[in-house]
């Protein structure tokens, strides 16, 4: 069977470098690859005008040209428009599936604008649902305050068109075409109750199939040793986005600290100080005087994410609201004790009390309880990692998911209306 995958991302085979993001689809790549090689891929993301296609593995890699304005005034004018798409992407995009021919085309989310074509084209398609625009847009400057948004309007990044008002905007902008999105494809892959739910209410028509996704290697091949651990430290990935919850984990930390904990040490990664949301944590610590317990690490491979984990007593998920976050399934893999929000898909991954421990979101008051009480308890902990680890070796079987995605495929395919 050929299967041409749209992605946002470009993968290791066409960029020449390791994922830092998006490592579930170069992890289905080559799930594929090895259990299922009677599968041929194309994959078609963004890249540059001109190069040829790439064939390597069970992969021919396809790049669609977008242009870049030229001049920063070009460039800040291009960002203020918060364009989301132009009709020469969609032409180009019907072109990859006319020049690769597949039996079934895979989309990878709806953040980008390749579902508009599913109508458009001759062949079945199925979509992946990753981050679901419509459930994440109201909750974007979730823990903003004034001083935060007037840190934003008085930026040299927002003059340029970037930060997170203008992301705001693009994705508002976004809104109408995600909707056309999920009208125009019958088909999708999702992996928790809030996927389900929130397509059941923008398409009550979509058929839904449940399907996992596989991690990067190495946090198969780890385990968390409660022994091994750094006491007292709590680790977190992240995003500089406001939502994923870093103000409310710092006043956990606060709560913390007031409690006796004098020595707890957050370690962040994937979010920078001198971001936004590093500016409005750094300011609640300065405040609590907690700059000495808070270290940013900045963005890290999974190698580097790997050996975080192993040596922190917890591993805590704040966000306020997320589909189905990898941070956590990663931390889970690894057999790490995790806190999270109880909110979106989490309550899908993680069950109160016995593969991890769940709080109400936003509640910093009993963040800081339960990350109190597994610091505190080294049989609490490791109960809990081993459990995490357990479900989520089985949930996140590369063989498995491979064996199911090409289920997946063939039922689209083979119940494709005809006539």
Same mark, same amino acid.
């Given at each position: 069977?050929?299967?041409?995958?749209?992605?946002?991302?470009?993968?290791?085979?066409?960029?020449?470098?390791?994922?830092?993001?998006?490592?579930?689809?170069?992890?289905?790549?080559?799930?594929?690859?090895?259990?299922?090689?009677?599968?041929?891929? #194309?994959?078609?993301?963004?890249?540059?005008?001109?190069?040829?296609?790439?064939?390597?593995?069970?992969?021919?890699?396809?790049?669609?040209?977008? !242009?870049?304005?030229?001049?920063?005034?070009? @460039?800040?004018?291009?960002?203020?428009?918060?364009?989301?798409?132009?009709?020469?992407?969609?032409?180009?995009?019907?072109?990859?599936?006319?020049?690769?021919?597949?039996?079934?085309?895979?989309?990878?989310?709806?953040?980008?604008?390749?579902?508009?074509?599913?109508?458009?084209?001759?062949?079945?398609?199925?979509?992946?649902?990753?981050?679901?625009?419509?459930?994440?847009?109201?909750?974007?400057?979730?823990?903003?305050?004034?001083?935060?948004?007037?840190?934003?309007?008085?930026?040299?990044?927002?003059?340029?068109?970037?930060?997170?008002?203008?992301?705001?905007?693009?994705? !508002?902008?976004?809104?109408?075409?995600?909707?056309?999105?999920?009208?125009? $494809?019958?088909?999708?892959?999702?992996?928790?109750?809030?996927?389900?739910?929130?397509?059941?209410?923008?398409?009550?028509?979509?058929?839904?199939?449940?399907?996992?996704?596989?991690?990067?290697?190495?946090?198969?091949?780890?385990?968390?040793?409660?022994?091994?651990? @750094?006491?007292?430290?709590?680790?977190?990935?992240?995003?500089?986005?406001?939502?994923?919850?870093?103000?409310?984990?710092?006043?956990?930390?606060?709560?913390?600290?007031?409690?006796?904990?004098?020595?707890?040490?957050?370690?962040?990664?994937?979010?920078?100080?001198?971001?936004?949301? #590093?500016?409005?944590?750094?300011?609640?610590? @300065?405040?609590?005087?907690?700059?000495?317990?808070?270290?940013?690490?900045?963005?890290?491979?999974?190698?580097?994410?790997?050996?975080?984990?192993?040596?922190?007593?917890?591993?805590?998920?704040?966000?306020?609201?997320?589909?189905?976050?990898?941070?956590? $399934?990663?931390?889970?893999?690894?057999?790490?004790?995790?806190?999270?929000?109880?909110?979106?898909?989490?309550?899908?991954?993680?069950?109160?009390?016995?593969? #991890?421990?769940?709080?109400?979101?936003?509640?910093?008051?009993?963040?800081?309880?339960?990350?109190?009480?597994?610091?505190?308890?080294?049989?609490?902990?490791?109960?809990?990692?081993?459990?995490?680890? @357990?479900?989520?070796?089985?949930?996140?079987?590369?063989?498995?998911?491979?064996?199911?995605?090409?289920?997946?495929?063939?039922?689209?395919?083979?119940?494709?209306?005809?006539?």
């Amino acid at each position: 069977m050929r299967v041409l995958w749209f992605t946002g991302i470009q993968l290791p085979a066409l960029s020449g470098q390791g994922l830092t993001r998006g490592g579930w689809q170069e992890g289905l790549r080559r799930a594929l690859e090895i259990h299922q090689p009677q599968i041929e891929l #194309g994959i078609v993301n963004f890249g540059l005008a001109g190069r040829e296609p790439l064939v390597q593995g069970n992969a021919t890699y396809f790049t669609l040209p977008r !242009k870049s304005p030229r001049g920063r005034l070009s @460039r800040a004018l291009t960002a203020w428009r918060h364009t989301v798409y132009s009709p020469d992407d969609l032409a180009q995009a019907i072109a990859m599936v006319t020049r690769f021919q597949p039996d079934l085309v895979h989309f990878h989310g709806t953040e980008n604008f390749f579902g508009l074509i599913a109508d458009r084209i001759s062949p079945p398609s199925v979509l992946s649902l990753q981050a679901i625009i419509h459930g994440l847009q109201p909750f974007v400057f979730t823990d903003a305050g004034l001083r935060d948004y007037l840190r934003q309007l008085t930026s040299k990044k927002f003059v340029k068109g970037t930060g997170p008002i203008h992301r705001w905007l693009t994705l !508002k902008n976004y809104l109408p075409v995600e909707q056309k999105i999920l009208r125009s $494809c019958p088909n999708y892959i999702g992996r928790t109750d809030w996927d389900r739910a929130v397509l059941g209410a923008l398409n009550p028509e979509a058929r839904y199939f449940h399907c996992d996704e596989v991690l990067p290697d190495g946090f198969y091949t780890i385990e968390w040793r409660a022994a091994a651990a @750094r006491q007292p430290v709590i680790y977190t990935t992240t995003t500089d986005a406001f939502f994923k919850g870093s103000l409310t984990l710092a006043r956990a930390m606060a709560i913390l600290k007031r409690r006796g904990w004098k020595d707890v040490q957050l370690r962040i990664a994937g979010a920078e100080a001198r971001s936004y949301i #590093g500016a409005a944590v750094t300011e609640l610590a @300065r405040k609590e005087g907690l700059l000495e317990n808070i270290v940013w690490l900045g963005r890290l491979s999974p190698a580097q994410i790997g050996e975080e984990m192993l040596h922190a007593g917890v591993y805590v998920h704040a966000s306020h609201m997320d589909n189905s976050p990898n941070s956590l $399934c990663e931390a889970m893999l690894a057999g790490m004790p995790c806190v999270a929000a109880f909110a979106g898909g989490v309550p899908s991954l993680v069950t109160d009390d016995v593969d #991890g421990l769940l709080y109400h979101d936003r509640d910093a008051f009993i963040l800081a309880d339960k990350i109190a009480g597994v610091l505190s308890d080294p049989a609490l902990a490791s109960r809990l990692g081993k459990q995490a680890r @357990r479900r989520a070796l089985t949930r996140h079987d590369p063989r498995e998911i491979a064996v199911r995605t090409v289920e997946i495929y063939h039922q689209v395919v083979q119940d494709r209306p005809t006539g």
